[in-house]
């Protein structure tokens, strides 16, 4: 049964980080694309970024492309996306997915998803 916690959300101010974390359970973690998904209140949830089961391919929505990197280590079976310069619209839950990279990257889907853990960027 596969389990993704996401962790490390939180209330900041405009410009601030934070650092969200998701540990995944289950099955293997690196034989696992992984990716970063948010949802945003009235609006569908939309794509962040998306990596390869070995961090070393990664694609980020433009809307946070030279803010947010995620990273991964595969010896704790966790992904990380490390959230720089943030903006109110970036106010969100955000979730962490596990699949195969063409799923997250170009049908931005998957079967599997964490319960989301909230942002929420002030201005």
């Known amino acids: 049964q596969v389990q993704l916690a996401e962790s490390g959300g939180g209330s900041v101010q405009a410009g601030g980080s934070l650092r969200l974390s998701c540990v995944a359970s289950?099955?293997?973690?690196?034989?696992?694309?992984m990716g970063w998904f948010r949802q945003a209140p009235g609006k569908e949830r939309e794509f962040v970024v998306a990596?390869?089961?070995?961090?070393?391919?990664?694609y980020y929505a433009d809307s946070v492309l030279g803010r947010f990197t995620i990273s991964r280590d595969n010896t704790k079976n966790t992904v990380y996306l490390q959230m720089e310069s943030l903006k109110p619209e970036d106010t969100a839950v955000y979730y962490c997915?596990?699949?195969?990279?063409?799923?997250?990257?170009?049908?931005?889907?998957?079967?599997?998803w964490g319960q989301g853990t909230q942002v929420t960027v002030s201005s």
């Open positions: 289950g099955r293997t973690f690196s034989d696992y694309a």
């Open positions: 997915a596990q699949d195969n990279y063409y799923n997250l990257r170009y049908l931005r889907t998957s079967d599997y």
């Open positions: 990596t390869t089961w070995n961090g070393e391919t990664t």
